[in-house]
């Protein structure tokens, strides 16, 4: 293959390292992209806010171009945004966000870590920002992160000023300057210590100058064609950059030259600021192997001259001939690991460690050797047995020597070899006949094995899950959250990692016999799942454990009109994870003097997948107080109670799955709200549960698709609502808007829920409105909310709103309001930030011909899935209203 092919292979394959297990990159590649992080001693930390806000271009040339082991520290999860791809807010959405920046961090190279700050949403100052997240206790957990990975540079992407614009960004300049001192202080936070966090000083500190063009810089070079690659690391980092999908980032790989300007803020190494990134800092092996004496040193010599005449080797046409170098790399390693063994714990045995397994990573990639772990299952239930193959493969001219692999489980799993005369049954571990028939497998049972080149072995094992084994939950969420911060894990190694680490590991210790070398190795990866699909063909699961069935109500929070005598059904969707059949009854626990009928009633599920709806009618005592209450499901499975748990696994294509679990409670809220009768349309935005809102007020609503824009099936609808960014995700409403508007003329009410700044590209709106850059917002919940136009009909029917049906907002007031618009429009609220002029825009209502067209930026989509009373009334008042009621209301 040329280098020309080699790097669009590699290119090709870079977006497939977000599912894959271990490298799939050609061996020369994956190689050459080791042995840059094999010589000299370099950790930089980069720090900024929110996913999203790291420089990719910048991690990537650390990280792939310069082999600079490198990291991304988020303060938080990003909880607060908003979601393009899907439904999920708060918790769901930190999830998903998280999801993307390790999927960005497999491209470019980069590692994550994360804070336990949570991501209230937009906030306009550091004051703001700090009286939720309580100062200590967050700059604290970036200082942990600088102990424990020790970054000889620190670089914030924030100034800490307010040209950072968002008060989160505000904070994070602010708290990372604080941590560069504060990190070599053995007196701040000496519960770190402790607990193995060791004090450490970084040399230098800088800064990314964004919005300062003179200041003083070093440049750093990203738009560099890689040789290796075949493209620049910008290109590379823009395909990291496009991982955070849920955001809306998807961009293109444009060539040329690029840069990242950094200015130095800090340097306790002396040197100028035009100086180059590591000027004044010993990044060489040598000087941490100093007190081992000469003959470390000369180890240390060889061992820099073999990785770099393996780096000259990979040139040639034949990769396998950097086997002799990479030996004699891995010997000289493995003495001066050995005298670093002698001594107590330290810096150097930490970064020989680190070598050593990269090494065998490298030596893997030109010898030709994979190993696969894979599972027969991906979601694991309490006392299930799972299928677990070891798979070595020599495909290159290597031949291999080793024992069976080992399995690494959590306490209380329990392992078995599984021979090939074993008969397991289709049920319990699946019939592997077919599989044998097709694949040309050395079947190694329990003896140590030897693979000759070309041949592949496989190993089987039994591994069982304990019947009482949690489910597999992300570690910030298994504590109940400290206002706007996590918990900490028990565990101090979980600290500040993305998620837990797999639940299942393989281990293989071989020796490799290749062009004249015997090389003795070991790797360890994780167990995952490989799933086949006939459309995009292989992917690769990681391992979860979840509950054997969940129990998910319909709608988990919900409103019930004050009031009303009537009595309601809550449904519930009960879903087995497990494999075999499932038997057990359900039932609610409800408030005292509420009634269900039926008391409980049983289900079966026939095995994993199956799913069985059912439904209680609720009904609460008459003269029920307004106020919130909650009903909670019970489960029985072979008559004993199980806890009753919602179970989602939240799965989108470019991210690794991650199971969340938490209460199935339903939480319900009453007061008094009154809806006219209407039939309502729906044009589904970018991930917002408006429907389901509309249907707890007791309205029929249908949605609408793209080819629903005739005028006939329009005619059926009362008021059309279009959900959140309607004009930025769905094409087929921007063609359609002239019948929309057509419609409204008609007598029909378009209520328009926000929008971003494509809502100024076309002239959507019968009469003009404009959002301006930046837009105007209201992110304080609790803002004062004037009625300065009580009387105007959104305001008045058919519930008459007051100051207190603004109370209990969640999160924010609204955004990206109109800041200009026609004076035919009526703009009944004011409202606005501490010490900011007062905003009109966020409630825009006027006649359109017989109809009504209303454009609101309140954040709807938040306040009704918390049912808040208030915005559930002023959404009725919305949908209620039309063109003839209004005219009989402002009429004179």
Excluded at 79 to 89: R, V
Excluded at 112 to 124: L, V
Excluded at 677 to 693: L, Q, R, T
Aim: proline letters at 8%.
């Amino acid at each position: 293959m040329t280098s020309t092919l080699i790097a669009i292979a590699a290119w090709s394959l870079l977006p497939a390292l977000v599912h894959a297990q271990g490298s799939r990159l050609p061996g020369a590649i994956e190689a050459g992209l080791i042995l840059r992080q094999l010589d000299g001693v370099k950790r930089v930390l980069v720090v900024a806010a929110h996913p999203d806000d790291e420089d990719t271009a910048l991690l990537t040339t650390l990280a792939r171009g310069w082999g600079v082991e490198a990291a991304y520290f988020s303060f938080t999860r990003g909880e607060g945004g908003q979601n393009l791809i899907g439904t999920e807010l708060g918790e769901g959405l930190g999830i998903i966000r998280s999801g993307e920046l390790l999927a960005a961090r497999t491209i470019d190279g980069a590692q994550q870590f994360f804070g336990r700050a949570f991501d209230f949403g937009y906030s306009k100052t550091a004051e703001e920002t700090f009286a939720k997240w309580p100062r200590e206790r967050v700059l604290s957990d970036l200082v942990w992160t600088i102990r424990r990975f020790r970054p000889h540079v620190l670089i914030t992407m924030w100034s800490g000023t307010e040209r950072d614009g968002h008060g989160h960004h505000q904070v994070s300049g602010l708290l990372t300057q604080e941590a560069f001192d504060a990190a070599g202080d053995p007196t701040r936070f000496p519960e770190q210590v402790a607990a193995g966090a060791e004090p450490w000083a970084p040399p230098k500190l800088y800064r990314r100058p964004l919005f300062e063009l003179g200041a003083t810089a070093i440049d750093i070079e990203t738009g560099a064609l890689d040789p290796l690659l075949g493209l620049t690391h910008h290109q590379v980092a823009m395909d990291s950059r496009s991982q955070h999908r849920s955001q809306d980032f998807g961009t293109a790989r444009p060539p040329g030259p690029r840069v990242t300007r950094l200015s130095l803020v800090s340097s306790r190494v002396g040197g100028s600021s035009t100086e180059p990134l590591f000027a004044g800092v010993d990044t060489t092996l040598a000087s941490l192997a100093i007190d081992l004496g000469e003959t470390a040193q000369a180890d240390v010599r060889a061992y820099r001259e073999a990785i770099a005449r393996a780096g000259g080797a990979l040139n040639a046409t034949r990769p396998e001939t950097a086997l002799p170098f990479l030996g004699k790399a891995s010997r000289s390693l493995e003495r001066l690991r050995a005298a670093a063994l002698t001594g107590p714990e330290s810096e150097l045995r930490r970064e020989l460690d680190r070598r050593a397994r990269l090494l065998t990573r490298a030596i893997l990639a030109v010898a030709g050797v994979r190993v696969e772990l894979r599972a027969r299952d991906d979601v694991l239930v309490p006392g299930q047995t799972v299928l677990v193959e070891a798979r070595v493969w020599s495909g290159g001219d290597a031949t291999l020597e080793l024992d069976p692999p080992t399995i690494e489980t959590p306490p209380g799993w329990a392992v078995a070899g599984i021979g090939p005369d074993v008969e397991m049954e289709p049920d319990d571990l699946g019939s592997f006949a077919r599989f044998f028939r097709q694949e040309d497998t050395v079947f190694h049972p329990s003896a140590r094995a030897r693979i000759a080149p070309g041949e592949l072995a496989l190993w089987r094992y039994a591994v069982t899950v304990p019947v009482d084994a949690p489910p597999t939950s992300p570690w910030f969420l298994e504590l109940p959250r400290d206002g706007d911060v996590y918990q900490w894990p028990d565990a101090p190694e979980l600290r500040a990692l993305p998620f837990r680490p797999p639940t299942l590991h393989g281990r293989v210790a071989a020796v490799v016999s290749a062009a004249g070398e015997r090389l003795d190795i070991e790797v360890g990866d994780p167990v995952r799942y490989r799933a086949v699909d006939g459309a995009t063909g292989e992917s690769w699961r990681p391992l979860h454990v979840a509950p054997r069935i969940s129990v998910a109500a319909a709608a988990p929070a919900m409103i019930w009109p004050a009031g009303r005598p009537d009595s309601r059904v809550i449904t519930f969707r009960i879903s087995s994870f497990a494999r075999d059949a499932t038997d057990g009854e359900i039932g609610l626990d409800l408030p005292p003097g509420w009634r269900a009928t039926p008391e409980a009633t049983a289900f079966e599920l026939a095995g994993e997948g199956a799913v069985r709806t059912v439904g209680f009618t609720v009904e609460p005592p008459a003269g029920e107080a307004e106020g919130e209450f909650y009903v909670r499901p019970w489960i029985r499975i072979a008559g004993a109670a199980v806890p009753a748990t919602r179970a989602t696994i939240i799965d989108y294509p470019h991210i690794e799955p991650h199971l969340m679990a938490d209460d199935a409670a339903v939480r319900i809220v009453r007061f008094p709200v009154r809806v006219a009768d209407k039939h309502i349309g729906y044009v589904m935005g970018s991930g917002d549960d408006g429907p389901e809102a509309i249907r707890q007020l007791g309205l029929d609503v249908e949605l609408i698709e793209p080819a629903d824009w005739d005028a006939e099936r329009l005619d059926r609808f009362d008021t059309i609502v279009l959900g959140i960014r309607a004009y930025e995700v769905r094409e087929d409403i921007i063609a359609a808007n002239g019948e929309l508007l057509a419609w409204a003329e008609r007598g029909g009410t378009v209520v328009v829920q926000y929008n971003r700044y494509e809502f100024n590209e076309g002239v959507y709106a019968p009469y003009p409105i404009a959002i301006g850059r930046p837009a105007p917002r209201v992110t304080e919940e609790d803002a004062p909310v004037t009625l300065v136009d009580p009387q105007a009909p959104v305001l008045a029917e058919p519930n008459r709103l007051g100051p207190t049906d603004f109370e209990g907002w969640v999160q924010e007031r609204g955004l990206y309001f109109p800041d200009e618009w026609d004076e035919r429009y009526r703009a009944p609220l004011e409202m606005a930030d501490t010490g900011e002029p007062p905003r009109r825009g966020s409630l825009l209502a006027a006649p359109v011909g017989r109809g009504l067209y209303i454009h609101t930026s309140l954040s709807f989509f938040r306040q009704l899935r918390a049912g808040v009373p208030g915005a559930f009334r002023l959404w009725a008042n919305l949908l209620s209203l039309d063109g003839g009621r209004w005219r009989e209301i402002t009429a004179p």
